[in-house]
Structure formats: structure tokens, C-alpha cells
């Protein structure tokens, strides 16, 4: 049984959205898949105190997906094992009146991992080109524009242009890069929602303005197939995972972030001769005592 799914879900070359499955699960069962996610929780939790060990390097993990497919339990069930201190999680809502008076990528930076850390963008610098392409009148509050007739296909190709060049210049610079696109189809979108309604305990979950976006499901499909196509990078690649079995999701994701840790040749710090008779020395005190 193929166990290890790390290297299925990378995109290379030419993505289309409607290509890629939503449910596919391997071969795996259910139970099969948590026993799994156990496994690489612990493993996982190791190379992430190698990391921070380290400290020369950082990881950022971006999170993008529709409305319930998954990001926020995907954050609690992948990380919930990692040290708090060695891992960031900023999720990123609509920009504030400061925000909107930067430019769009000023936030994204204050929120990047330092070095010997994990950082994880629940969304991301993305939605400039996903929610703001499907309302492009959303750009008007960044107060440069001073019409929706300004976003035509320059103003886009700018815009990718800038997020590739900020994801370039960060991995240039320390920091590995993950973009994880969670894929849900629109019936298990359906569900989730009508869960959230029907459940009393996910009450809170629902919100009046997912219906109008989920009418826009199509167009969005669309603007994650473009960004995606744009912006998919050896120094900086997307992974499509099927996001109808959460479970399944989870499995892959935390294989595809190993197997990045794996690749970055991280080490523990070596001491000096020095620091290793130092060590002597406390340890003959503490024995003496």
C-alpha cells in the first residue's frame, strides 16, 4: 500500500483545476489515515525542534482554500504536536484602514517566520489575487485606484509579478516556502455548510456571507487556477491536495511539510571545544554536590 504521498499532489507544468480530483484517498481507510497522521505528528514535532535549533532557516506554510474545506482544523490536527514557541499562525481577515494604507504586501511581511521558526499563513497575500480578482472593486480601498476600469490585465500581471518577486526574494533569503491549495468540491462545500447550520455546536461557524461567495464558487475556481499557473515555482511550489476527506488532506499535507524539513539539511548546533569542557566542568559541579 502506497503510505507516502508527498510527492503526488506537487503542480508542475500546466494545472487545471477541473483535472484534479476533490476525494481522492489512496488506498488508505479512515482509521488507516489517523494512525498515519500519529506517526508523522512525531516526526513532525522532531524535525521542527531541529529547526528551531538551527536557527538559520525558517519555514512559511500557506494556506488557501473556499470557504469549509478544512484550513482551520487542518492548522489544529497537522501542528497540534509542535512546539507552540517554534510556530507562528497568522490568519489574515479583511486589511485594516493601517493596512489599506500600505501596500498589499506590507502586512505579509510583518507576519513571516523568523529564523528557526515555523510560520503558517491561514490565507495569505493570495487573496489579492483570489477574492480581490472575483470583487475587484475590493482594490479601491487600497486608495492608488481611482476606478474598477484600472484592473485590467496589466494591473493582474503586476500583481503576480509582485507576489513572485516577494517569494523569490524570501526564499533567497532563509525561508522555505509551502503553498497548499485545500480543493473541495462545491457538493462537499454544500454539506459542510448545511452541517454548520444543522449542528448547534457549529452554529458559530456560519457566517451569512459565505452563500454569496459560494454563488461565485466557479469564479473562484478560475482565479485559483490562474494564480496558481502564475505563481508555482520550484523555490516556491504549490501542492492541490483533495480536501473532501479532511482526514486524507491532513495526511498529505504533514507528509509534504516532512519531507520540505528533510530537504533543508538542518543540524543541530556543534559546540567548540570550549563549550564541550564547559559542559564537563557543570556536570562534575552538579555530580559534587
Not at 479512515?30 to 535549533?53: M, T
Not at 489579492?128 to 484592473?151: A, G, I, M, Q, R
Not at 507576489?163 to 503553498?179: A, D, M, V
Amino acid at each position: 500500500m502506497d503510505t507516502d504521498f508527498s510527492d503526488d499532489f506537487k503542480v508542475n507544468g500546466k494545472f487545471s483545476i477541473k483535472k484534479n480530483s476533490t476525494s481522492y484517498k489512496g488506498k488508505l481507510t479512515k482509521e488507516e489515515g489517523a494512525q498515519l497522521l500519529i506517526k508523522e505528528k512525531e516526526k513532525l514535532r522532531e524535525l521542527q525542534e531541529k529547526l528551531y535549533a538551527d536557527g538559520s532557516q525558517s519555514l512559511l506554510v500557506v494556506l488557501q482554500a473556499m470557504d469549509a474545506a478544512g484550513k482551520d482544523s487542518m492548522i489544529e490536527h497537522v501542528f497540534g504536536g509542535v512546539n507552540p514557541q517554534g510556530c507562528n499562525v497568522t490568519s489574515f481577515k479583511t486589511p485594516s484602514s493601517k493596512e489599506y494604507s500600505h501596500d498589499f504586501l506590507w502586512r505579509h511581511y510583518l507576519a513571516l517566520p523568523q529564523k528557526g521558526m515555523i510560520g503558517i499563513f491561514n490565507r495569505s497575500h493570495y487573496e489579492s489575487v483570489l477574492v480581490c480578482k472575483v470583487h475587484p472593486e475590493y482594490n479601491l480601498s487600497e486608495k492608488t485606484w481611482s476606478s474598477v476600469e484600472d484592473f485590467d490585465n496589466t494591473f493582474w500581471e503586476n500583481r503576480y509579478e509582485s507576489i513572485r518577486n516577494f517569494e523569490k526574494h524570501l526564499s533567497q533569503n532563509g525561508t522555505t516556502i509551502i503553498k497548499i491549495f485545500l480543493h473541495v468540491s462545491k457538493d462537499e462545500q454544500k454539506k459542510r455548510l448545511l452541517d454548520r447550520i444543522n449542528e448547534q455546536e457549529k452554529n458559530w461557524k456560519f457566517s451569512a456571507g459565505d452563500l454569496p461567495e459560494r454563488a461565485l464558487f466557479d469564479q473562484y475556481m478560475e482565479a485559483y487556477e490562474t494564480a496558481i499557473n502564475e505563481t508555482a515555482k520550484d523555490h516556491a511550489p504549490w501542492y492541490v491536495l483533495p480536501a473532501d476527506n479532511k482526514w486524507f488532506a491532513r495526511v498529505a499535507a504533514i507528509q509534504i511539510i516532512i519531507d520540505t524539513l528533510e530537504k533543508m539539511n538542518l543540524k543541530y548546533p556543534q559546540l567548540s571545544d570550549k563549550e564541550k569542557q564547559g559542559l564537563e566542568d557543570a556536570k562534575k559541579t552538579l555530580e559534587n554536590e
